[in-house]
T-cell receptor
Framework: GAVVSQHPSRVICKSGTSVKIECRSLDFQATTMFWYRQFPKQSLMLMATSNEGSKATYEQGVEKDKFLINHASLTLSTLTVTSAHPEDSSFYIC????????????FGPGTRLTVL | AQSVSQHNHHVILSEAASLELGCNYSYGGTVNLFWYVQYPGQHLQLLLKYFSGDPLVKGIKGFEAEFIKSKFSFNLRKPSVQWSDTAEYFCAVTITGGGNKLTFGTGTQLKVEL
């Protein structure tokens, strides 16, 4: 099946710093990638849709200037958490699909961000 | 906007027991339906999906789900669970023309005891 990787798997940073998370589709080209946030014991909440070659579209309530998304190629999307604060600590998960009406998304293993 | 509800938050079963996890969605149009599983410490994996056709869908590891349009439901079933089925199960939907954005239910934590 399709494989999606994320890097890093775990990151700890100081408050005020920025953190970049990479999401890669390893064996397929992903025209669309999605970024989710998962709080402990809760479901995944969609943050934004990353479109290759165009601007990301953000869900309501998600600050686009805080969560910068770049989809530079058909296999790579990055999420940068700028000026991170402790409340940004969470589990960030990406998914990737090949597009189309009957698309199936494949999920990365997630990145655990801890902001001190 | 569409939403997904999973009625059971925690389920505990003994091995060989039958499983049924409820999933209901609210949306008046055409939907695509998914069940994902997240084993402890692992990433989300697709169990099965429904786009069209036969409303009874068979997935991996002996799981199946039935789409009942009149009830807006997509319940997950397995006749006989194993200890290795201990995981969190998420129901999700996308809507036709919605850009493949998944809306997830809150998840059901399944624990299978020996």
């Amino acid at each position: 099946g399709a494989v999606v990787s994320q890097h890093p798997s775990r990151v700890i940073c100081k408050s005020g710093t920025s953190v970049k998370i990479e999401c890669r589709s390893l064996d397929f080209q992903a025209t669309t990638m999605f970024w989710y946030r998962q709080f402990p014991k809760q479901s995944l909440m969609l943050m934004a849709t990353s479109n290759e070659g165009s601007k990301a579209t953000y869900e309501q309530g998600v600050e686009k200037d805080k969560f910068l998304i770049n989809h530079a190629s058909l296999t790579l999307s990055t999420l940068t958490v700028t000026s991170a604060h402790p409340e940004d600590s969470s589990f960030y998960i990406c998914s990737a699909g090949t597009g189309g009406g009957t698309d199936t998304q494949y999920f990365g293993p997630g990145t655990r961000l801890t902001v001190l | 906007a569409q939403s997904v509800s999973q009625h059971n938050h925690h389920v505990i079963l003994s091995e060989a027991a039958s499983l049924e996890l409820g999933c209901n969605y609210s949306y008046g149009g055409t939907v695509n339906l998914f069940w994902y599983v997240q084993y402890p410490g692992q990433h989300l994996q697709l169990l099965l999906k429904y786009f069209s056709g036969d409303p009874l869908v068979k997935g991996i590891k002996g799981f199946e789900a039935e789409f009942i349009k009149s009830k807006f439901s997509f319940n997950l079933r397995k006749p006989s669970v194993q200890w290795s089925d201990t995981a969190e199960y998420f129901c999700a939907v996308t809507i036709t023309g919605g850009g493949n954005k998944l809306t997830f239910g809150t998840g059901t934590q399944l624990k299978v005891e020996l």
